[in-house]
């Protein structure tokens, strides 16, 4: 879905061996989404778009996947602003619950967790 960061993923196997998944994600998934969320008019159909690879990838993918979506990538672009999570939940989740309230429950815990908050 992101061509522009075709590069950097091949960068990060060929410098440690392996995709680093966290890593990665908190350097370019986040930054793709706020970079969207900036200006969402203009950005529909890439929001459209991200949030439903974020939920096809939610529903089809692994355990640690899913935990990566919102773990890392939602609650990162959304942990300050709970409330532009819960508009964007509802513009773009409407048909992927489980992860509406998972990533929910991710932008909950960004505020609370030190942890959390340290690694994005």
Sequence with gaps: M???YKDAYKEMVAKYGDFLYV???KNYGIAKMKELMENENANKKQLVKY???LGDMHYEGELILGDIICSVI???AFGNDPA???AAAEKYLEDYPF???AGRAAVKNYKSNKKL???L
């Design 23 to 25: 890593e990665f994600y």
């Design 84 to 86: 532009a999570f819960e």
């Design 117 to 119: 908050r340290a690694i």
């Design 99 to 101: 992860l509406k309230s």
């Design 51 to 53: 949030f439903k690879m």
């Design 2 to 4: 992101f061509p522009q």
């Design 74 to 76: 939602l609650a990162g």
